[in-house]
């Protein structure tokens, strides 16, 4: 139990394009999802926290207008990367808590993202 | 705010032989502590909380609140211990966002 997925796994995009990243949840309904950024060799990142049906809480620094997120039900999450850049390129992570009544997070396996 | 610090970026140890990941943390509050692992090319996933206070894996760690640290601890390391060890912080005055540290990477040589 407790599995969270990611769609793409990999996506490739030119500078300037959108990119939308899905978070989902398969067997648990998750109260709050987080978004994370890992650079190679480098440790995980908050970005933003959401829970469904609020607006989502960013981390200093991270612009809300680039990295639009939207917690539309219980077992979705999106995170789109907007006018994408090649600085934008990194390793998406998201995780979903609310499993079982706890507030472990359980972590979907990446979205790698890269600009070109 | 708080801050997760893992001194070491690699540990390399040979089969059989223990292995131990430091992992020191600074937090105004009570703190909840985490171990991640994460092996080739699979997600992070959870191997303990310093709540349960189970061992998992032959893994366990310690919460000391007086050092600040909660260091994960096996006697005999294997083969397939090898991975990514995350410590992390969860901030339950915040909606229980994770901090992590920088991790620590373990070979475990046969």
């Known amino acids: 139990g407790a599995v969270v997925s990611q769609h793409p796994s990999r996506v490739i995009c030119k500078s300037g394009t959108s990119v939308k990243i899905e978070c989902r949840s398969l067997?648990?309904?998750?109260?709050?999802m987080f978004w994370y950024r890992q650079f190679p060799k480098q440790s995980l990142m908050l970005m933003a926290t959401?829970?469904?049906?609020?607006?989502?809480?960013?981390e200093q620094g991270v612009e809300k207008d680039k990295f639009l997120i939207n917690h539309a039900s219980l077992t979705l999450s999106t995170l789109t990367v907007t006018s994408a850049h090649p600085e934008d390129s990194s390793f998406y992570i998201c995780?979903?808590?609310?499993?079982?009544?706890?507030?472990?997070?359980?972590f979907g396996p990446g979205t790698r993202l890269t600009v070109l | 705010a708080q801050r997760v610090t893992q001194p070491e970026k690699l540990l390399s140890v040979f089969k059989g032989a223990p292995v131990e990941l430091k992992c020191n943390y600074s937090?105004?509050?009570?703190?909840?502590l985490f171990w991640y692992v994460q092996y080739s090319r699979q997600r992070l996933q959870l191997l303990l909380r310093?709540?349960s206070r189970e061992s998992i894996k032959g893994f366990t760690a310690d919460l000391n609140k007086g050092e600040t640290s909660f260091h994960l601890k096996k006697p005999f390391a294997q083969e397939e211990d090898s991975a990514m060890y995350y410590c992390?912080?969860?901030?339950?005055?915040?909606?229980?966002?994770?901090?992590f540290g920088g991790g620590t990477r373990v070979l475990v040589k046969p």
């Open positions: 995780s979903a808590s609310g499993a079982l009544g706890t507030d472990t997070q359980y």
């Open positions: 067997d648990f309904q998750a109260t709050t």
């Open positions: 959401s829970n469904e049906g609020s607006k989502a809480t960013y």
């Open positions: 937090y105004s509050g009570s703190p909840e």
């Open positions: 310093h709540i």
């Open positions: 992390a912080l969860s901030d339950q005055a915040a909606g229980n966002k994770l901090t």
